[in-house]
């Protein structure tokens, strides 16, 4: 391959990436604009269900609740190994 071909390619790949981005920005987009205008609503719901779990099995609430903690530790300490 020369660098004629490899330019070609690249245009081509370029052009291919633009198309998908717009694809996806034709499914990604309304779900996005919905939670943005609806902010309020669907952190409201989220208390909602948090509550119903908490009333209806407290044993699964720990369980969320770790899986989370484990979770924030775990972006912490890869934070931390990135910056040093």
Avoid: C, F, G, H
């Amino acid at each position: 391959m020369n660098i004629d071909d490899i330019l070609v390619e690249n245009e081509k790949l370029k052009i291919e990436n633009m198309e998908l981005k717009r694809q996806i920005d034709t499914y990604s987009k309304p779900q996005k604009l919905y939670y943005e205008r609806n902010k309020e609503v669907v952190n409201q719901k989220a208390k909602e269900r948090m509550k119903k779990i908490a009333q209806e099995n407290p044993n699964k609430l720990k369980e969320i609740n770790r899986k989370a903690y484990l979770k924030r530790k775990e972006k912490i300490s890869v934070k931390q190994n990135e910056n040093v």
